[in-house]
């Protein structure tokens, strides 16, 4: 008889996996771990005396992750039939698991306050890569030799048996801070809590901090009102509840062992002052920040915020290290009740083992167009890559697509949008449209002459083309001019319908111009801003939907693929939702929404 316990893990990371096949090696327990890309299954004998024992002891040393699920146990005369959990031996980029954890705050520990540690099932392991197959000799550590007491970890410990990036205090990475009168280095146990005690007490004396990390300089400091457009990082568990207002699985995502970055509603009257109503949101990700979030805890600061930098940022005091790293761009996660996808980034997402072999984001091929590999990656996701489906891909501009099982074909191409006409072409769309330009001149000179100043230097991120968020976000008079200030902006409406934005048509496609008309006249006539906002995305969603059903009905497919960042915004998920939540939609699964999604679609046409 055997005993059976199911966990849900809807990904193909292998993290979780191998790293209960280590606490089962040293428990000293029997067990097969088998896992396929719904789920990880465990499987004891039923009449196994350690299995209780290792069952209250596994609660305590797994990592949250947002892959995991429910659980369930059983008992089976045979066993399950899935594939064996295999280690996929690509080097990881996420938090650190509880043990190491513990481990680093224990004064007793080799590792204490040392924050570089890592196992071989959690930490930033990427960062030090620098070619396959990931061994040491092919990272940045080679340059460190390991000491007596890893050494014998490499071989005896279950959780770091021939870990690469081993290392401790005594043989690894030595930390220096610079001010302006001095330079000191960490190199014992004392000296490395003394700089994250130093570094803590700076900012909360409102002092700068730059701190080189495993993905990339962080400049941190006390918020202000001016810090909006940067990362809220909170430094306990309880602050978030105290802060933020969350539903379970947010409070869940941002805890896990990936540490996205979500944007979240503040609860707070402090955070609200600072940030308005929601804001940007990350828990403390690896070692430094780890660290230093327990020493701000113990100075009473339950957050502070940071901005992602380069090395020659100017900063009260800098935090650093010599050893080369190459850091990832961070992942932001967006959630809707149940459905759940990156957005962007690379961290936690990058490499990916797929059956095509390990694709990294940096094999991301700019000369394919982004729609094209974007729908071919979800379809092949979703193993639909031979069946019939229509696709919307929406970042800067919106594509309408179909796939026939062969190709996919751009079936309604966006119009060209060029800033530098715009208000020329506004006037010309009907009658009383130069009166509509006047006006909107008139009354909001200084947002002419920016929009006029910025016509050539606006963003071109889509295939050169400027970019019509921006310039939207600039008729709005938004802080964040930006796609994501829009999204923000739309979130503080607090009513239950927004009005209508104009998404009408030209030559069958989706008509920019139209669209600005609308939004301009709108802000004439004194609509606030944040109801303009919401009500973009909810008629964005009428038209897509009106279009994917016409399109579904012309030829016969059934599912419809989504990708491009902008889908990553609630009132216009919702509305999708709303309007074709019968129909098969398929989001990504393990890939961003946003452009690095198309690396897995481009093994499918070279």
Same mark, same amino acid.
């Given at each position: 008889?055997?005993?059976?316990?199911?966990?849900?893990?809807?990904?193909?990371?292998?993290?979780?996996?191998?790293?209960?096949?280590?606490?089962?090696?040293?428990?000293?327990?029997?067990?097969?771990?088998?896992? *396929?890309?719904?789920?990880?299954?465990?499987?004891?004998?039923?009449?196994?005396?350690?299995?209780?024992?290792? +069952?209250?002891?596994?609660?305590?040393?797994?990592?949250?992750?947002?892959?995991?699920?429910?659980?369930?146990?059983?008992?089976?005369?045979?066993?399950?039939?899935?594939?064996?959990?295999?280690?996929?031996?690509?080097?990881?980029?996420?938090?650190? $698991?509880?043990? $190491?954890?513990?481990?680093?705050?224990?004064?007793?520990?080799?590792?204490?306050?040392?924050?570089?540690?890592?196992?071989?099932?959690?930490?930033?392991?990427?960062? /030090?890569?620098?070619?396959?197959?990931?061994?040491?000799?092919?990272?940045?550590?080679?340059?460190?030799?390991?000491?007596?007491? $890893?050494?014998?970890?490499?071989?005896?410990?279950? &959780?770091?048996?021939?870990?690469?990036?081993?290392?401790?205090?005594?043989?690894?990475?030595?930390?220096?801070?610079?001010?302006?009168?001095?330079?000191?280095?960490?190199?014992?146990?004392?000296?490395?809590?003394?700089?994250?005690? =130093?570094?803590?007490?700076?900012?909360?004396?409102?002092? !700068?901090?730059?701190?080189?990390?495993?993905?990339?300089?962080?400049?941190?400091?006390?918020?202000?009102?001016?810090?909006? *457009?940067?990362?809220?990082?909170? !430094?306990?568990?309880?602050?978030?509840?105290?802060?933020?207002?969350?539903?379970?699985?947010?409070?869940?995502?941002?805890?896990?062992?990936?540490?996205?970055?979500?944007? =979240?509603?503040?609860?707070?009257?402090?955070?609200?002052?600072?940030?308005?109503?929601?804001?940007? =949101?990350?828990?403390?990700?690896?070692? !430094?920040?780890?660290?230093?979030?327990?020493?701000?805890?113990?100075?009473? +600061?339950?957050?502070?915020?940071?901005?992602?930098?380069?090395?020659?940022?100017?900063?009260?005091?800098? =935090?650093? &290290?010599?050893?080369?790293?190459?850091?990832?761009?961070?992942?932001?996660?967006?959630? *809707?009740?149940?459905?759940?996808?990156?957005?962007?980034?690379?961290?936690?997402?990058?490499?990916?083992?797929?059956?095509?072999?390990?694709?990294?984001?940096?094999?991301?091929?700019?000369?394919?167009?982004?729609?094209?590999?974007?729908?071919?990656?979800?379809?092949?996701?979703?193993?639909?890559?031979?069946?019939?489906?229509?696709?919307?891909?929406?970042?800067? @501009?919106?594509?309408? +697509?179909?796939?026939?099982?062969?190709?996919?074909?751009?079936?309604?191409?966006?119009?060209? &949008?060029?800033?530098?006409?715009?208000?020329?072409?506004?006037?010309?769309?009907?009658?009383? @449209?130069?009166?509509?330009?006047?006006?909107?001149?008139?009354?909001?000179?200084?947002?002419?002459?920016?929009?006029?100043?910025?016509? @050539?230097?606006?963003?071109?991120?889509?295939?050169?083309?400027?970019?019509?968020? !921006?310039?939207?976000?600039?008729?709005?008079?938004?802080?964040?001019?930006?796609?994501?200030?829009?999204?923000?902006?739309?979130?503080?409406? #607090?009513?239950?319908?927004?009005?209508?934005?104009?998404?009408?048509?030209?030559?069958?496609? /989706?008509?920019?111009?139209?669209?600005?008309?609308?939004? #301009?006249?709108?802000?004439?006539?004194?609509?606030?801003?944040?109801?303009?906002?919401?009500?973009? &995305?909810?008629?964005?969603?009428?038209?897509?939907?009106?279009?994917?059903?016409?399109?579904?009905?012309?030829?016969?497919?059934?599912?419809?693929?989504?990708?491009?960042?902008?889908?990553?915004?609630?009132?216009?998920?919702?509305?999708?939702?709303?309007?074709?939540?019968?129909?098969?939609?398929? /989001?990504?699964?393990?890939?961003?929404?946003?452009?690095? $999604?198309?690396?897995?679609?481009?093994?499918?046409?070279?």
């Amino acid at each position: 008889m055997y005993f059976v316990f199911q966990i849900e893990f809807n990904s193909n990371k292998t993290y979780i996996s191998s790293l209960i096949k280590a606490y089962a090696k040293a428990k000293e327990i029997e067990i097969e771990v088998l896992q *396929n890309s719904e789920q990880i299954a465990i499987i004891a004998k039923k009449d196994d005396r350690k299995l209780e024992q290792f +069952l209250l002891g596994l609660e305590e040393i797994l990592p949250a992750s947002i892959y995991l699920g429910r659980s369930r146990h059983s008992f089976m005369q045979k066993r399950p039939t899935l594939t064996t959990a295999q280690s996929d031996e690509i080097p990881h980029n996420i938090a650190l $698991c509880p043990t $190491c954890q513990k481990e680093m705050f224990d004064v007793s520990s080799p590792r204490y306050y040392y924050p570089f540690t890592s196992c071989n099932h959690c930490g930033g392991q990427y960062p /030090f890569l620098n070619n396959y197959p990931f061994e040491r000799k092919n990272t940045t550590m080679r340059f460190l030799q390991p000491c007596k007491s $890893c050494q014998s970890e490499l071989e005896s410990n279950p &959780f770091r048996e021939n870990y690469p990036l081993i290392s401790c205090i005594e043989c690894g990475i030595n930390v220096k801070m610079i001010d302006k009168k001095s330079e000191r280095y960490a190199n014992d146990k004392g000296s490395y809590k003394r700089l994250f005690e =130093v570094s803590a007490k700076a900012i909360s004396k409102r002092k !700068t901090v730059l701190i080189k990390t495993l993905n990339g300089y962080r400049k941190f400091y006390k918020p202000t009102k001016e810090s909006q *457009n940067n990362i809220l990082m909170i !430094t306990s568990a309880n602050a978030l509840n105290r802060h933020l207002m969350m539903v379970t699985q947010e409070f869940n995502s941002l805890l896990s062992i990936e540490r996205p970055i979500l944007r =979240v509603s503040t609860k707070s009257d402090e955070l609200k002052e600072l940030f308005g109503s929601s804001t940007l =949101v990350k828990y403390p990700d690896e070692g !430094t920040s780890i660290l230093l979030a327990r020493e701000l805890l113990n100075l009473g +600061l339950e957050y502070i915020v940071y901005k992602e930098c380069d090395s020659q940022t100017q900063a009260d005091f800098v =935090v650093d &290290f010599d050893i080369p790293i190459s850091p990832q761009k961070d992942t932001k996660l967006f959630i *809707n009740q149940d459905t759940k996808f990156f957005i962007n980034g690379e961290r936690g997402i990058f490499p990916l083992s797929t059956d095509r072999g390990v694709i990294d984001s940096s094999s991301n091929n700019k000369s394919v167009e982004e729609w094209r590999v974007s729908m071919l990656s979800v379809l092949a996701e979703h193993n639909h890559i031979s069946r019939k489906a229509i696709g919307v891909h929406f970042n800067e @501009s919106l594509y309408f +697509l179909y796939y026939n099982g062969k190709e996919v074909i751009n079936v309604v191409p966006p119009n060209p &949008f060029e800033a530098d006409s715009m208000f020329e072409e506004i006037a010309k769309l009907r009658e009383g @449209s130069d009166r509509l330009v006047a006006n909107y001149k008139k009354h909001f000179q200084k947002i002419t002459k920016r929009l006029e100043s910025c016509r @050539s230097g606006c963003p071109q991120p889509d295939n050169n083309k400027d970019d019509l968020f !921006t310039i939207t976000a600039i008729m709005l008079e938004l802080e964040d001019e930006s796609f994501e200030g829009i999204s923000a902006k739309a979130l503080e409406f #607090m009513g239950k319908g927004g009005i209508q934005i104009d998404t009408h048509v030209n030559n069958n496609r /989706f008509d920019n111009y139209a669209f600005l008309a609308s939004v #301009m006249s709108y802000k004439i006539a004194g609509v606030e801003s944040s109801l303009i906002c919401y009500s973009i &995305f909810e008629s964005f969603g009428d038209y897509i939907s009106e279009i994917a059903n016409q399109l579904m009905g012309k030829t016969g497919a059934n599912s419809i693929t989504f990708s491009g960042e902008t889908f990553a915004n609630q009132a216009l998920f919702a509305r999708v939702q709303r309007h074709l939540g019968m129909k098969r939609l398929l /989001f990504p699964q393990n890939l961003p929404i946003g452009r690095e $999604c198309g690396v897995y679609g481009e093994l499918f046409i070279f």
